[in-house]
């Protein structure tokens, strides 16, 4: 199995890259997530690599990171869904917003994705309910708000938790807080009426 290729890009394609290691070249395919990020052709970059083998079949997919081979191993386990499919998905929403539509029962976000019609999303859910965890995405997205502050606090998690027990979905309010202009000084009940002016722009 490969781990990782490391080497220099040789071509970008519509979904997928060619990866140039020691004068071999491999195919690799990637969501339109990780084509947007990569560097200029001829620089060097490391893909982390998921090899797919069927009796007729054998391709090389990849992510920048382990966390989004991660999702894409997880999202292939469910019945139903191909490594195109996955990749159609991981193209429209990135693995944290995969996680918080999961998490909320949120089917209209999953089949926003090419292919994923509203029964095969509700089957994503039902699946990878119990595979993924809310506090996953703290450290990554909800850290990186639009202000100087972090979501990722104490203050951060409350307000959350707060817009969720109100009623809205985990998406939503994820939505709302990474609008908000936080200040290092923010405890949950400012952040909590920022975001709820945030929902209505929503």
């Given amino acids: 199995m490969i781990s990782f290729i490391r080497g220099s890009l040789a071509e970008i394609g519509l979904d997928y890259i ?3 290691n020691q004068g071999v070249g491999y195919l690799i395919y990637t969501p339109a997530s990780v084509i947007e990020e990569l560097p200029m052709i001829g620089e060097k970059v490391q893909i982390h690599t998921y090899m797919y083998v069927r009796e007729d079949q054998l391709s090389l997919y990849g992510f920048l990171t382990r966390d989004d081979l991660q999702i894409f191993k997880l999202l292939i386990g469910v019945s139903g869904i191909g490594p195109k499919g996955a990749l159609g998905i991981l193209s429209t929403i990135s693995p944290n917003q995969l996680r918080l ?3 909320s029962g949120d089917s209209k976000t999953i089949g926003k ?3 994923i019609g509203p029964k095969t999303a509700q089957k994503l859910i039902i699946e990878l309910k119990d595979k993924l965890k809310l506090e996953d995405i703290y450290e990554d997205d909800l850290g990186e708000s639009t202000g ?4 990722s606090s104490g ?3 409350e307000a959350m938790l707060a817009l969720v027990s109100l009623g809205y979905s985990e ?3 994820f939505k709302a807080l990474k609008r908000v202009e936080v200040t290092p000084d923010m405890d949950s009940e400012t952040l909590l009426k920022l975001a709820l002016k945030q929902m209505l722009t929503l």
């Fill in 148 to 151: 100087n502050g972090d979501l």
């Fill in 171 to 173: 998406t939503e309010a």
């Fill in 18 to 20: 060619v990866l140039d």
């Fill in 155 to 157: 203050a951060g998690k």
């Fill in 113 to 115: 994705a090419p292919g």
């Fill in 101 to 103: 539509a999961v998490l």
